[in-house]
């Protein structure tokens, strides 16, 4: 069970982080890039539960959230792109990052990225 202060603190904790995330495009800065992901997509049931062991699934689900997480936070529009492809045909995820209430700029950033590589048409062996 969680208080209320402990709620009320872990909140405050929160938008502080979101505050300092914010503030790094003061500096200038259009967009920052990153990894979608630390490590190439997860395979099918690499995050299902191991007996005797029920935080294993979600302790390897939550390493994957490492780039994305911060934004999720902060509220600040980010894209992921399949911009590059695994030796198996996996697409590679590349995410952008841009200012708070900049989704106009990710959206035509995006397109154009799109229509200098064109991935829609691209589909691993396996896909659902």
């Known amino acids: 069970a969680v208080t209320g202060l402990q709620y009320v603190r872990a909140a ?59 934004f999720n936070v902060s509220g600040q529009p980010a894209i992921s792109l399949p911009l590059h492809w695994s030796a198996d045909g996996l697409p590679i995820g590349t995410q952008l990052v841009a200012p708070y209430a900049r989704e106009d700029m990710l959206l035509r950033v995006g397109a154009q990225l799109e229509e200098a590589q064109p991935w829609s048409g691209r589909r691993p062996r396996v896909h659902a």
């Open 12 to 70: 405050e904790h929160l938008h502080g982080f979101a505050r300092r995330v914010v503030q790094w495009w003061e500096d200038g800065f259009d967009l920052l890039l990153t990894p979608t992901l630390p490590e190439p997509p997860p395979t099918l049931g690499q995050f299902a539960p191991t007996p005797g062991d029920p935080q294993h699934g979600f302790l390897r689900g939550a390493a994957f959230v490492t780039f994305t997480l911060p």
